[in-house]
């Protein structure tokens, strides 16, 4: 069955650059039309998207972040990495990797969220 | 991309019918029939119960309908039930091959 689970620091300080991966299982990012997106969701807040990669390695970022953002992935070991650079207190969040469903535009698939405080 | 534009809050009784609009432009709702709709319990994550404006996955309840007209996509659901209560968000792909999501909508039961 398909899952998907993110990892990552709990807290970060402001400036420092966030690291998490998403390791999923039941797919795999080397089949065509499989894409995995980062979305986050501040507490109280609604869901915001962040960025996506494709099985062909294309790469997509929300405009409003695209200069602090880098997705990327390891095939090998069914991990898609994003890096957010100058963490700021507003990017405490809930951090969920989601897969787009194959051959269609809909996040079938969510992993559980990690939490992200951004503190000094 | 600006988040598309959803009610903050929708309520009724068990048993009546609530609908939740989402309104975006036409280079994200109006552009293709590629809503979806989730739904959020608290501390939980989101749930896919709509796809494709109107697809049900395999799973989710009939009382749970989608429609589209123009740049604004509906959320119906019909015989509303107390596990209904949550919040929820809809959600398009856009013309620059990105993703959008609405403002959120809680939906309460009476």
């Known amino acids: 069955q398909v899952t998907l689970k993110e990892s990552g620091p709990a807290l970060v300080k402001p400036t420092q650059t966030l690291t998490l991966t998403c390791t999923f299982s039941?797919?795999?990012?080397?089949?065509?039309?499989?894409?995995v997106s980062w979305i986050r969701q501040p507490p109280g807040k609604a869901l915001e998207w962040l960025a996506r990669?494709?099985?062909?390695?294309?790469?997509f970022y929300s405009t409003s972040l695209k200069t602090r953002l880098t997705i990327s992935k390891d095939t090998s070991k069914n991990q898609v990495v994003l890096t957010m650079t100058n963490m700021d207190p507003v990017d405490t969040a809930t951090y969920y990797c989601?897969?787009?469903?194959?051959?269609?535009?809909?996040?079938?698939?969510w992993g559980q969220g990690t939490l992200v405080t951004v503190s000094s | 991309q600006s988040a598309l534009t959803q009610p903050a809050s929708v309520s009724g009784s068990p048993g009546q019918s609530i609908s939740i609009s989402c309104t975006g432009t036409s280079s994200d709702v109006g552009a293709y029939n590629y809503v979806s709709w989730y739904q959020q319990h608290p501390g939980k994550a989101p749930k896919l119960m709509i796809y494709?404006?109107?697809n049900r996955p395999s799973g989710v309840s009939t009382r749970f309908s989608g429609s589209k007209s123009g740049n604004t996509a509906s959320l119906t659901i019909s015989g509303l039930q107390a596990e209904d209560e949550a919040e929820y968000y809809c959600s398009s792909h856009t013309t620059s091959s990105t993703s959008v999501f609405g403002t959120g909508t809680k939906v309460t039961v009476l």
């Open positions: 039941g797919f795999s990012l080397n089949t065509g039309g499989m894409r």
């Open positions: 494709d404006v109107s």
């Open positions: 990669i494709d099985w062909d390695d294309e790469k």
């Open positions: 989601a897969r787009y469903a194959i051959s269609g535009y809909h996040f079938d698939y």
